[in-house]
């Protein structure tokens, strides 16, 4: 099986965000605006720890799918790429995490 990327998900989120019709998730969501896609993904994040917490293998692959399209339809929302998240998580990552902590602490 090919490897599914989440580069490979934001790709399919904007060509369905770019197409016509009511046959898209991710449009109908879209266009319900960021608040909405916002809601959605604070539910999907509770579902994500539910299953979490439930220790069920299984649903929790599949909530933090959910998770990871529903994060990547906000972004889409308020016109954010994954490069440029991808690029702040680089930078996060030349300091130890508590020195990044504390850095933005002083923010």
């Known amino acids: 099986m090919a490897r599914f990327t989440l580069h490979d998900l934001e790709a399919t989120i904007e060509a369905r965000a770019a197409s016509g019709g009511e046959a ?3 449009k109908k969501l879209l266009d319900k605006g960021a608040q909405h896609c916002a809601k959605k993904f604070g539910e999907e994040a509770v579902e994500l720890v539910i299953a979490t917490v439930e220790n069920d293998r ?3 692959i599949a909530e933090a799918a959910d998770v990871m399209f529903h994060m990547l339809v906000l972004l889409k929302a308020r016109g954010v790429t994954l490069d440029e998240v991808e690029a702040a998580l680089g930078q996060r ?3 130890s995490g508590l020195e990044e902590k504390a ?3 002083r923010d």
């Open 24 to 26: 898209s998730y991710t």
């Open 93 to 95: 990552t030349a300091m």
């Open 58 to 60: 299984d649903h929790l």
């Open 103 to 105: 850095a933005r602490k």
